[in-house]
């Protein structure tokens, strides 16, 4: 049968070439062994120039890709990083993601894809959103510790100042009331992301989305459709508990208002699934982290407009957004906090927010 055939090196070295993703294979010694036609265009030099080149020469001796491939020869599995910048006399490219696999019964050999898809270059932008979040912490601190308690005493003051005005000044009183509770409820929001000590365990995500599903259903998602597409075999992760609610509680509030928005039949996923190739070296380190644990929320709501699509994670990206665009940019801090990554695949009427996360260590369990 057909599907039985087994291809010759050489139909197989064609139909690499006719890929159109730059690809490179390097030896057990760093050295370019092959490259398509795509890698051609991409490095703007021949395959018979790149052949006779180790990858030092290509990238230059200190680039994050040889450390990449030498993660991967110790790991023995598939890796991706993202970000990574390619610069000679000849090219420049930035936020480049590369694919990296062994190849079986070739020690130390190396396959490698080169992708410029602005999506999966949206997985490094956490190292921008981190300093955003932590400059939101101390905002809190300062909030919470000088705001809250005279926002008590305004309110107080207003509450005793109705028991003895005119009626028609209750009105002004009950006002300030109002926006002595929108204030504060701005600053509850705020309090989420104040630097405190929370206990790390062993924590079942799927445990978590339930518990988060049955309190939306109770309350403000309780005409939106919820599903739940889990993978079963999904292992342990180290972290908060309380922060896991709070980031999964505050993620499926913004589906459930993307729904309302969309004035349509919507309904929400939850998502998990294990994908083993995903991972990073550690910014500053040597060290590889994997992120196999992928938690998506989906939604079949109005999607993400174009005026914030870049400044998703950012504090007070949405203005129109009830929560002033903080649910997405606590997901970011959580999701670093705890050694992830975030990103968001938006489209009409679809949008999905996946979570990467590390799976606990032997020595956590």
């Known amino acids: ?4 055939q087994i291809r010759t090196p050489a139909e197989a070295a064609y139909l690499l070439d006719v890929m159109p993703v730059p690809l490179l294979e390097v030896g057990a010694e760093n050295e370019i062994t092959f490259a398509n036609a795509a890698a051609e265009e991409f490095f703007a030099t021949s395959r018979r120039q790149l052949c006779q080149r180790t990858l030092q020469e290509l990238t230059g001796q200190d680039h994050p890709l040889l450390e990449l491939v030498a993660a991967l020869r110790r790991e023995h599995c598939r ?5 990574l910048t390619f610069h000679s006399h000849r090219f420049h490219y930035e936020g480049v993601t590369v694919f990296a696999s062994d190849v079986p019964d070739r020690e130390g050999a190396v396959v490698l894809t080169f992708h410029t898809s602005p999506m999966v270059r949206n997985l490094d932008q956490q190292t921008l959103l981190r300093s955003a979040a932590r400059s939101i912490s101390g905002l809190a601190d300062v909030l919470v510790q000088e705001v809250r308690n005279p926002l008590s005493g305004i309110r107080g003051a207003a509450q005793l100042l109705s028991e003895n005005v005119a009626a028609t000044d209750v009105k002004l009183t009950k006002l300030i009331c109002d926006d002595v509770d929108r204030i504060d409820a701005l600053v509850e929001r705020l309090s989420a992301f104040t630097e405190t000590s929370s206990e790390y365990r062993l924590v079942n995500v799927h445990r978590i989305l339930e518990h988060v599903r049955q309190l939306a259903v109770k309350d403000f998602a309780a005409e939106i459709i919820i599903s739940e597409h889990y993978d079963p075999s999904l292992p342990y992760v180290w972290g908060s508990r309380d922060q896991f609610e709070r980031m999964f509680l505050n993620l499926l509030k913004n589906a459930a208002e993307s729904v309302r928005r969309n ?9 998990t699934r294990y994908e083993p190739g995903v991972g990073r070296i550690l910014p500053g380190t040597s060290r590889w982290r994997h992120l196999p644990l992928v938690v998506s929320v989906c939604d079949t709501g109005a999607g993400v407009c174009e005026t914030t699509r870049n ?8 203005k129109e957004a009830g929560d002033y665009g903080l649910h997405l940019a606590y997901a970011s801090k959580v999701t670093d906090d705890h050694g992830g990554m975030i990103d968001v695949e938006s489209r009409h009427n679809f949008t999905k927010i996946k979570i990467y996360l590390p799976a606990a260590s032997e020595s956590q369990k």
């Open 311 to 318: 400044h998703l994670f950012e504090p007070f990206s949405d």
């Open 79 to 83: 890796i991706t990083e993202y970000d």
């Open 263 to 271: 004035k349509g039949a919507g309904k929400i996923i939850f998502e």
């Open 1 to 4: 049968m057909a599907g039985d």
